[in-house]
């Protein structure tokens, strides 16, 4: 049998002796004598640099102050009030499917991106008001009425894939945007986009497009996908002749 080793002896000696010792040191003479790991665990002070958000559904999450960035996922369904804690916030998803207050956002006015996806948000009335907003993400929302997104006109990039989507013609003021995605969605011309020159990609695929003759002015256009559609080979040949740099994307082909 292996002999106890002397230090472990000295401990339960100590213990075992009628000296009174600090409760601080007798805690670690437990943790070095206790199989189980006595590793503290270190939790963020809400009341310091950290704040505890509570959903709807009664989930918590806990983020920085300081934090410029704030997500969260399908089950979780914030209280908008508890994000007035972060003063630097500028950019902010929400997914759940429980949110539809569009316009309880606009009080974050220094927002410069908003994901949207997957929400219940029907309008988006007031969409302008976001002076700093760049880019917006809309996919598989229910929004029947997409004219107010004509005022956002510092928008560079747009995710309108997966809606009821149809009128390009709403895009046309846009003339900052660089990403577009229209995949899955109502269009059936793309005449509204050929004032956006600065496009640099473009998504429709899977739409009732039957024509690309509008997009041979996107003089910056580099990658088009076009995965479903059935356009002509003389009309992409063409296409390729006057946009020499694109870059065409039809997979399943």
């Known amino acids: 049998m292996r002999a106890p080793s002397p230090y472990l002896s000295d401990i339960i000696n100590i213990i075992g002796s009628k000296i009174k010792i600090p409760f601080l040191a007798a805690s670690l003479l437990i943790c070095i004598l206790s199989p189980i790991s006595c590793v503290p665990q270190v939790y963020p002070d809400p009341d310091s ?3 505890i958000l509570k959903s709807l559904e ?14 969260f996922e399908e089950d979780f369904t914030p209280d908008l009030n508890d994000l007035n804690q972060f003063p630097n916030l500028e950019s902010l998803e929400i997914h759940s499917a429980r949110f539809s207050n569009f316009r309880s956002l606009l009080k974050f ?4 991106s908003l994901s949207l996806s997957g929400t219940g948000v029907k309008s988006l009335v007031g969409i302008e008001e976001f002076k700093n907003l760049h880019t917006v993400s809309l996919s ?7 004219s107010p997104l004509s005022g ?3 928008l560079t990039s747009l995710r309108l894939d997966k809606t009821e989507f149809s009128d390009t013609e709403i895009l046309s003021p846009l003339g900052e945007l660089r990403h577009l995605d229209l995949r899955s969605t109502k269009v059936t011309s793309l005449k509204g986009l050929k004032k ?3 496009l640099i990609d473009l998504y429709i695929g899977n739409t009732e497009l039957e024509s690309l003759k509008d997009l041979d002015s996107l003089e910056n ?4 996908e076009i995965d479903g559609l059935s356009i002509p080979e003389e009309e992409i040949r063409y296409l390729l002749s006057k946009l020499p ?7 399943g082909q």
């Not at 009664?58 to 997500?71: A, C, I, S």
């Not at 006015?109 to 410069?112: I, M, P, Q, T, V």
């Not at 598989?140 to 997409?146: E, H, K, L």
């Not at 256009?221 to 088009?224: P, V």
């Open 49 to 51: 640099s950290h704040a």
């Open 196 to 198: 956006l020159t600065k």
């Open 109 to 112: 006015d220094g927002l410069k």
């Open 152 to 154: 956002a006109r510092r």
């Open 245 to 251: 740099y694109l870059k065409i994307i039809r997979r």
């Open 140 to 146: 598989g929302t229910s929004i029947r009425d997409f």
């Open 58 to 71: 009664g989930k918590t999450k806990v983020f920085p102050l300081k934090t410029r960035w704030l997500g």
């Open 221 to 224: 256009l580099i990658g088009l």
